[in-house]
């Protein structure tokens, strides 16, 4: 069984994850958090649904490995292959799993009826329609563009290189007709809601999945009566199985100072 003083296990393909673990920070300061990001295989977004299966399969063993009381998918492409899988993997230790994708329906679903909204994700993630299919029975209109290169893009701009945003923005985001509302669909959108912000003049409600990530994962530790002691200061680390000078970057403009560890994941499929 799971004890609130364990830690709460996140991962991504890269660093788009660390975005979650800010506004998990933000809002349960005394929770200790374990950060892994799998970018010797990023991006995820033009991989099967088997890779990406396998690649969250040993994500998972390595958090478990730490001693995590839940599991975090703090990304949208791994959610969309590899959600129900991991739910089934972690059912028998009773681990819960919050993927990327249900609270942003949920959310999407209470907001939105009878409306035209957007998502921009992965190409996998879009190839995977589960938006489409969680948003079925929903009275509301989605449509989803694909945008190959916009995670790669903020990858490498977090490690140094310039690129212009507005011109990427613009060749996805004019493949959309009117809506009301833009789903971020992955996590290393929020990293650059700026330029969103900038590229719609404001005019656009842009929907943060990292924030609603978050607010579910309290959610379910609430229920479970698994959050930390409120008395007791939260903790950070953070693995990688590639060195990054983007995550560097993000883990110490959101967090301040710290070390990334190096990690091999074991998986026979890798
Ligand atoms: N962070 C991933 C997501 O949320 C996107 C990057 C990738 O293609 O690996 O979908």
Redesign the pocket.
Known sequence: MPHKQQAIGIF???S??VSVAKALHDLLPAEHLVYLADLAH??????TAQQVQDYSLALTDYLLAKNCKMIII???????AASQLLRGYLATEKIVVVD?ISPVVQFVKHRYQNQTIGLI??P??VASNVYQEQLAAADITLHAVAAPLL??AI?AQLSGEQHDYHDLLAFYLKTLPKIEALIL?????PLIKGHLEQYYQHSMELID?AELIAQAAQKVLQEKNLLADATQIGTQEFYTTRVSAALQQVVEKFFGSHSLNLCELNHAKI
């Open positions: 991504d393909s890269g788009g994850g990023f991006p995820y977004g033009d991989k703090a990304c949208g492409t791994a959610s969309s990327a994700a992965t996998r993630t995670a790669p990858e669909g992955s996590t290393h959108y999945i």
